[in-house]
């Protein structure tokens, strides 16, 4: 017999990502319900820009939604992001705040003060992520929280759960393949004959930019991610400057032309790899054959090749940004908590 429980939900942003996953959850509301035993109660929505709204009673996402798309405020409650984490009626933070590399913020403060008491966070948000991944993990140890980020790669797309949890007990010793969506969408339509310029416009529209695109198109994007593989993978922490990182903004449609004419195609490709004295990462735009199989992973789709010993190569190839796409991956890190806080009827044990 399934053992039901309501997840009070507070929404740390609400932009892309955090209205991605509010669809999905008004869209599935029952089959959530029935099928993963999921009930969410969303008790605060609070954003920069647009307000903050609350109610212990549960706020309706459709409502939300319907406010977000005609550009209206969500609501006019004053209240900080960690005053909304830490609301009694919140068990569950989504941090889907915009990426920060340098300060983290504010997702960093919010996940901060959630893990601390008690509450899980889940996150698509990399700037907390890359700066302070082995303190909010011992944090949420602690606590007896969760702290889960399948989002922070290759959106819905499972890659980090894939690697830690599917692929339990095999070593993997090497990573590496397409994992920015908007230069891979930028990349493939500068060679269908399209501007950079227009190109970016167009990724920009369709939701897969950063907030600030300089973050996909210098690499920087690319490279926290091969940071996290690096260090939630490969089991080998290092920071964000120890990757190596080339962005494609130098690259030019008679780049992308020549490269065709020689049978091959430009591709931003991150790796990450054990090393003798530890593990390297890189990111740099690549000149691949067309019959390599990542020559044929087009638009914002990515790809990634797991190295392992017990498998060999393991490759999955999916989404790798998107509203909904990036929603998909915090629906399932948030079964994943429910299912567990449920397993040891945890939702009421949190500080106030
Ligand atoms: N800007 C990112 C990308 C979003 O294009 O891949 C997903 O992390």
């Known amino acids: 017999m399934r053992v039901e429980s309501t997840v009070g939900l507070c929404f740390a942003g609400f932009g892309n990502v955090g209205q ?64 909304a984490a830490l609301l009694p009626q919140t068990d569950v933070v989504l941090d889907v705040t915009p990426t920060n590399l340098k300060t983290g913020e504010p997702g960093l403060s919010v996940t901060r003060a959630a893990l601390g008491s008690g509450r899980s966070v889940v996150t698509s948000n990399k700037g907390p992520v890359s700066l302070a991944l082995e303190e909010l993990r011992e944090l949420a140890r602690e606590r007896g929280a969760c702290f889960r980020f399948e989002g922070s790669v290759m959106s819905g797309t499972p890659s980090l759960n894939l690697a830690m949890e599917s692929l339990a007990g095999c070593d993997i010793s090497h990573v590496q393949g397409i994992v920015n969506g908007t230069t891979n969408y930028i990349l493939t339509r500068m060679e269908e004959g399209c501007e950079y310029g227009e190109a970016l416009a167009e990724a920009q529209e369709k939701g897969y930019a950063e907030a600030d695109p300089s973050g996909d198109v210098d690499g920087w994007d690319a490279a926290v991610k091969a940071q996290i593989l690096a260090s939630v993978v490969l089991g080998s922490p290092i920071s964000l400057d120890a ?13 992308v032309e020549a490269a065709a004419s020689r049978g091959r195609r430009i591709k931003l490709i991150a790796r990450a790899a054990r090393t003798a004295g530890g593990v390297s990462a890189s990111v740099s735009p690549t000149e691949i054959p067309l019959a390599h199989p990542l020559a044929g992973v087009g638009g914002a789709t990515n790809a990634l090749t797991f190295t392992t010993d017990n ?30 806080e449920r397993a040891c009827g945890r939702f009421a044990a949190k500080a106030g």
């Open 311 to 340: 498998l060999r190569d393991v490759t999955i190839i999916g989404p790798g940004a998107g509203r909904e796409e990036t929603g998909q991956a915090l629906l399932s890190d948030l079964i994943a908590v429910a299912a567990a």
């Open 243 to 255: 990757v190596d990182r080339t962005g494609i903004s130098s690259i030019t449609r008679s780049d």
């Open 20 to 83: 991605g996953l509010a669809r999905i959850l008004v869209r599935k509301e029952r089959e959530l319900a029935e099928r993963w035993g999921l009930n969410c109660r969303t008790v605060a929505v609070v954003t920069r820009t647009r307000g903050a709204a609350v109610s212990r009673d549960g706020l309706s996402l459709a409502e939300l939604l319907a406010r977000a798309e005609r550009g209206e405020q969500l609501g006019t409650d004053r209240i900080t992001p960690v005053e």
